[in-house]
């Protein structure tokens, strides 16, 4: 079953903007730390951005702090990632992921994920 | 923040054990996970912890470590374990987090 759906991606000319959305279809949302990890064409997983159950306390990469802005809106079970000034190499399919409760500090939940590119 | 070395790519023939290294640059004071991915699919935890195997994930799935250096070790390798292995830790805080460069396995 799907728990987590993430949206927003599509084509952005270097420079511009895009708003990622990830909902939550499960019942467990507001006890979740959240991440966004992506992964270009290709390449690895790499982590972007987490953030805490209230939405006050946030973290991210060194290559898009700055540019990107994570926040969570619990009402609707949606978590966004805000990015700005995108470069070509933030091209990649976007994860949101579900930290777990109970496991440590492991993503338990991933979407399946939405493709940003960055391209004139 | 802490680097994490994989090999490429492991290759072994079905029926025999498959072991996949992660080595940290320094000291873990943080756990170490595990997440197999296929093409096209999302990442699924299978290690957590170092050693401890959610539920739904087959025991010939095992995680150990040893020093800075923590092993996925995947006993009877089966065509069907063939994808691509990342590792992941993260700070001491637990606030920054990062993912190995990932492990091809071919089982082959």
């Known amino acids: 079953e799907v728990q987590l759906a993430e949206s927003g991606g599509g084509l952005v000319q270097p420079g511009g903007s895009l708003r990622l959305s990830c909902v939550d279809f499960?019942?467990?949302?507001?006890?979740?730390?959240m991440h966004w990890v992506r992964q270009a064409p290709g390449k690895g997983l790499v982590w972007v951005s987490r953030?805490?159950?209230?939405?006050?306390?946030?973290s991210y990469a060194d290559s898009v702090e700055g540019r990107f802005t994570v926040s969570r809106d619990n009402a609707k079970n949606t978590l966004y990632l805000q990015m700005h000034n995108l470069r070509a190499e933030d091209s990649a399919v976007y994860y949101c992921?579900?930290?777990?409760?109970?496991?440590?500090?492991?993503?338990?939940?991933w979407g399946k994920g939405t493709t940003v590119t960055v391209s004139s | 923040s802490s680097e994490l070395t994989q090999p490429p790519s492991v290759s072994v023939s079905p029926g025999q054990t498959a072991r996949i290294t992660c080595s940290a640059d320094?000291?873990?004071?943080?756990?170490a996970y595990w997440y197999q991915q296929k093409p096209g699919q999302a990442p699924v935890l299978v290690i957590y912890?170092?050693?401890e195997r959610p539920s739904g994930i087959p025991e010939r799935f095992s995680g150990s470590t040893s020093g800075t250096t923590v092993t996925l070790t995947i006993s009877r390798a089966q065509a069907e374990d063939e994808g691509d292995y990342y590792c992941?830790?993260?700070?001491?805080?637990?606030?920054?987090?990062?993912f190995g460069g990932g492990t091809k396995l071919s089982v082959l």
């Open positions: 992921a579900r930290e777990s409760r109970f496991r440590g500090l492991a993503a338990d939940v």
């Open positions: 499960g019942f467990a949302f507001t006890s979740h730390w």
């Open positions: 953030i805490n159950i209230d939405g006050n306390v946030t």
């Open positions: 320094t000291l873990p004071k943080q756990y």
């Open positions: 912890k170092d050693t």
């Open positions: 992941q830790t993260a700070d001491n805080s637990g606030t920054y987090w990062v």
